[in-house]
């Protein structure tokens, strides 16, 4: 089956990608952020004149990226790191459109499958433990209310994005919600077999001890 996987999928804004690269750098493992990974494509397809909606050049563009991770923060895209480039908004609009198209994600399946390497994997997402990585010995459904992850989100860019709005993050959280948990295909949702944890009134060090607890317990750690 290949190097041991943790998955962690939950809704926009509940501090997986954070926890994920927190994991990661525990226990040496590698990262993968499937968010990321959506939010690349939406960036380069723009970048080069892509439609959003255009599927099959999409597809094309998606099993052709040239993407690594380097931490939480640092991503790489042909040889450039355009880590702080893709966390706007709008990118992330962008990501959540083309998320939706079937082909998109069959093309970018086989991608993530390929960060599965020794020593192991912390898989960052909305679909790791449901599709991507059926078989991971640990999968964590992370939540929080759209309240609270709105607020996180403001805090994160309140000196950084000038107007940044409260109310608007919390009705971009909740209409990505809508989205991400009606689509068709692969929508969010926990697998039958996930810990889910709500982090609303938990720290991150709390929910970091928590997941490390679950994979001592099941001997993925020393």
């Known amino acids: ?69 380097e931490g939480e923060l640092r991503i790489v895209l042909d040889g450039e790191d355009v880590g702080a480039s893709i966390r706007n908004e709008q990118v992330g609009a962008g990501a959540s459109r083309v998320a939706v198209l079937a082909t998109v994600r069959e093309a970018l399946l086989g991608r993530q499958r390929a960060f599965r390497e020794a020593p192991g994997l912390v898989a960052d997402g909305r679909d790791m433990g449901t599709v991507v990585f059926p078989t991971a010995p640990l ?58 944890l709500d982090s609303t009134e938990l720290s991150i060090e709390q929910v970091l001890e928590r997941i490390l607890s679950e994979a001592a317990a099941r001997g993925l750690v020393g």
């Open 1 to 69: 089956m290949g190097a041991p996987v943790i998955a962690i999928d939950g809704p926009s804004g509940s501090g997986k990608g954070t926890l994920a690269s927190l994991v990661a750098r525990r226990l040496g493992w590698h990262l993968l952020d499937s968010g990321a990974l959506y939010r690349l494509l939406a960036f380069a397809a723009t970048g080069r004149g892509i439609d959003l909606d255009d599927a099959p050049a999409l597809t094309v563009l998606a099993a052709n990226l040239d993407v690594r991770f």
């Open 139 to 196: 999968k964590i459904y992370l939540t929080a209310s759209a309240e609270e992850r709105a607020r996180r989100r403001y805090m994160q860019l309140k000196d950084k994005v000038e107007g940044v709005s409260l109310a608007s993050l919390l009705d971009e959280i909740r209409a990505r919600d809508e989205r991400d948990t009606q689509r068709a295909v692969a929508p969010l949702k926990p697998a039958s077999d996930a810990i889910q």
